[in-house]
């Protein structure tokens, strides 16, 4: 497994760096968030970058004005905050008139460990996939990070982009990614699948290699990248046959977990699925570290892999 050696909001605005230097007309609005990435952007084009302080609502209100003048806009905060915190704006002011504004949002899941409900991003996903309009794309690594750039870049709607924090391994390639929104990243000729998104994918990604590595039965990997809407007959021809194991750092309702099995419901699957999601409630208990309370969650390597086997064992 190789690893990047660039944080993954520095590899989004690294390459976004490369539209704004090219389109005067994309614009970067922050809501008092920083980046190294976005350093560069905010000296070499003033002109192109506005920090609106720490006032969400109003970073909205104008990133649909200056869309509906034409505009490329991008707004970029902490998750929570500039989605659940905004979400009328959101919803009225951009998504009521399909709007090109790309939000991005970094803090996915418990990456902001130390900071409790505030800051966790474990509904965000949920709330901004069920909006109209609105796109909802979710990154893994590096590559995934840039394409989902190009993504947004190329296509003129209400987006949502969930950006990872800090360096992450490289999972994807040109051949793995796939325009249909989810991803095959590990071969398998077992009829059982594992379907996870975002640094979940990392996780999931580390149990199989560990199963793999046993010699035994194990699953293959798909990363869901883009999570609404949800390219249903892809969805459904990933999962025909296969027993499905759904893995994701988000509260169990309204996540992908339910989306999928509602989606394969209609379809007529009839193979055993799973959903392994954080457990409805409040985490106010602060721990040093996304990683710690994924252990004491059973949601780390070890607890996914042993979820995945008591999954495999059962069907």
Do not use: W
């Not at 965000?124 to 309009?133: A, G, I, R």
């Amino acid at each position: 497994m190789v690893t990047s050696n660039v944080d993954m909001r520095d590899a989004f605005f690294d390459s976004l760096y490369e539209y704004v230097s090219s389109d005067k007309n994309v614009i970067i609005l922050t809501a008092d968030h920083g980046a190294f990435g976005l350093n560069k952007i905010r000296e070499e084009f003033p002109e192109q970058y506005l920090n609106t302080g720490a006032s969400e609502q109003n970073a909205i209100s104008v990133a649909a004005g200056l869309a509906s003048s034409g505009k490329k806009v991008y707004v970029y905060a902490i998750n929570n905050f500039v989605s659940m915190r905004v979400l009328e704006q959101i919803n009225i002011d951009i998504c009521s008139q399909n709007l090109d504004v790309n939000i991005v949002g970094v803090g996915a899941g418990f990456t902001y460990s130390t900071d409790g409900p505030t800051h966790q991003g474990l509904q965000d996903m949920s709330v901004m996939s069920n909006l109209p309009n609105m796109e909802v794309y979710n990154v893994t690594d590096e590559f995934s990070t840039i394409e989902i750039v190009n993504i947004s870049y190329l296509k003129k709607s209400p987006k949502y982009l969930r950006i990872e924090k800090g360096i992450l391994p490289k999972l994807y390639n040109s051949k793995s990614f796939s325009n249909t929104g989810i991803s095959n990243l590990i071969e398998s000729e077992s009829d059982y699948i594992v379907i996870s998104t975002g640094y979940m994918t990392q996780i999931c990604k580390k149990s199989i290699d560990r199963m793999r590595k046993g010699g035994g039965l194990f699953p293959g990997l798909f990363d869901m990248y883009k999570i609404s809407p949800i390219d249903q007959d892809a969805l459904y021809e990933v999962c025909k046959g296969k027993k499905v194991i759904i893995v994701e750092e988000n509260l169990r309702s309204g996540g992908i977990g339910e989306k999928i099995t509602s989606i394969l419901k209609l379809k007529n699957h009839s193979h055993a699925c799973d959903v392994f999601a954080v457990k409805d409630g409040f985490y106010f208990k602060f721990e040093t570290s996304r990683d710690n309370i994924h252990k004491k969650l059973n949601m780390d390597a070890s607890g996914i892999y042993r979820k995945i086997a008591s999954f495999i064992e059962r069907f």
